[in-house]
């Protein structure tokens, strides 16, 4: 396994753990704001309704499916790519001959055509 497939996978991951944090974070919040304003009495002041946005939840909501979904960005700027490798099998294509790949015979992309 390469470095930076291992770099993507443990992203997927970190990202899975954010996400189902971002999650919980959430319904805690929603949970917690909805159960303050149906028990409280009318000596309390009314709860403000910005209280009852989870901004920290749905921010690690969207960072971790960005981290799961996407992240090309972030793996690329950790780990660049400075060698040809094939799309399909990861063959490295330094001294390939040819348009194809030679270990799997997909049709290679050539930057700036």
Known sequence: MKYKTLFRVLQHLV???VCAQGVVLVASQ??????????STST???IAWWRFIPVQGI????LGSYLFFGGKWIA?????GNRP???ECGYDLTDAPGDSCPECGTHRHIQGS
């Open 30 to 39: 929603v949970l917690g704001n909805s159960l303050d304003f149906f028990a």
């Open 76 to 80: 690329d700027l950790a780990i660049p």
């Open 44 to 46: 309390r002041p009314p």
């Open 15 to 17: 990202g899975l753990l």
């Open 59 to 62: 921010v690690g909501v969207a």
């Open 85 to 87: 490798y094939c799309d």
